[in-house]
């Protein structure tokens, strides 16, 4: 019955991340474009876009455009001072998208030119984007950790190999969210899923630790050296802290 209460409580809660996370970027707001981050500079153009290729974006709704405000992976954020100062970033851009019709500043072919669009909802154009691939690594991980514990039971081994693959699971789902916004989703959910994202890899990495410890070779020496699991958790945990 346990084991029951435990898969069933996991595939609520990935269900219920996967319906979120869809209906985030079903509503998010989008102009058409695929955009260079560092340079603000247009890669390509759906159909229905104001933008032309090689355009730079310098201003939206008159905020300066900085690579922040564009930027949609927290792979590249160094330190907790970027780390807030990139969620505000992104907070900005999206209150500047609410309107209807916003003016867009930008450089095109070597002129200053200002254009008016009227960004659009997502619909379903983000599952045509290449990082679906994580989505589908994340319920590979999610399955895999689901079905050993089913067949396994609730033996020390197979929860933690289940919650390593859960987390593992939740760090290619909040990424691939966090990704497939073309530039900007609701401020708080952005938010959230990145945080999550940052705190779920370290702590993947440190219950495949104590899992390799459990190992029929190893297990021995993890039972001489116990204080062992709360070194490694304490040290692999911290630097994940936002």
């Not at 084991?3 to 809660?13: F, H, L, N, Q």
């Not at 159909?47 to 300066?64: N, T, V, Y």
């Amino acid at each position: 019955m346990r084991k029951a209460y435990v898969i069933g409580g996991s595939i609520i809660a990935f269900i219920l991340l996967l319906t979120i996370s869809a209906i985030i970027l079903y509503r998010a707001p989008i102009i058409g474009i695929v955009i260079d981050w560092r340079t603000g500079r247009v890669l390509s153009t759906a159909s229905w876009s104001s933008f032309q290729p090689d355009d730079r974006i310098l201003a939206i709704s008159g905020l300066k455009v900085r690579p922040f405000h564009l930027l949609t992976d927290n792979i590249h954020i160094k330190s907790r001072t970027d780390l807030f100062s990139w969620l505000k970033a992104k907070q900005e851009l999206h209150d500047r998208l609410q309107n209807s019709q916003i003016p867009i500043l930008l450089e095109r072919q070597g002129k200053i030119v200002e254009i008016v669009t009227g960004p659009r909802k997502a619909s379903l154009s983000f599952l045509q984007d290449l990082e679906l691939v994580h989505l589908i690594s994340g319920l590979f991980f999610f399955l895999i950790g689901t079905v050993t514990l089913y067949k396994a039971g609730l033996r020390e081994q197979a929860i933690l190999f289940h919650a390593m693959c859960l987390a593992l699971s939740i760090v290619f789902e909040t990424n691939a969210t966090s990704l497939m916004a073309e530039i900007a989703l609701p401020p708080v959910y952005f938010d959230w899923i990145n945080i999550i994202n940052i705190l779920a890899l370290p702590i993947g990495n440190a219950l495949l630790l104590h899992f390799i410890l459990l190992l029929p070779r190893k297990r021995k020496f993890l039972e001489r050296y116990p204080i062992l699991v709360p070194i490694f958790y304490g040290f692999l945990l911290p630097p994940a802290q936002p």
